[in-house]
């Protein structure tokens, strides 16, 4: 992780922290105060910082997309600036090097992000879809990956285009670190 990295989570943590001082954090009922949370963190440090570090090219065509930064700031009063900045790294990607490979830590992920979430991940997907970016990914490897998630019966899984499934690798928390490492390296 770079310096950069860490100042922005350290960043985000205490804006979180301020706001869970004020708004006592809810046991049940979480969503929309997670998403007021989010829209405060996004505000208060700037949507494109944050997404230039949760989504970012590392070497040529790999594309990174690290939930754990995700997580922090995404809300559906954002949504819309999320799949453009995934979608303008994805075209670069593909007009400069003719492909993309798509990594995405999921570390810390949870069903119920998962359901929170599920509409921009069904509207990225069916956007890509549309405008033919699937026939461009050669990988498409989660890490950190959930128990939850590798199973074909997963929420996840099923949200994953049909023409991909036969791209994706799911590797372990013991499996990612090093290659994680490997990928920013």
Known sequence: MSGQHEDLMTDIYKLQQQYYNVNNKNKFFKKAQKN???NIVSRQIGIELILAQAIKI???NQMLIDYTILKTFTSPENYNDINLFLAKHMTHCIQSFGSIEIHVNLDTLT????????SAIVNFTEF???????KFVT???FYNTPSFVSTGASLLHMLIPPELKKLVKFYNKHESNALLQLLDA
């Open 139 to 141: 990988n498409l490897s």
């Open 36 to 38: 007021e949370c989010a």
């Open 58 to 60: 590392l070497h040529r």
């Open 128 to 134: 890509g879809h549309e405008n033919g970016y699937t």
């Open 111 to 118: 069903i119920s992000a998962i359901e929170r979430h599920r």
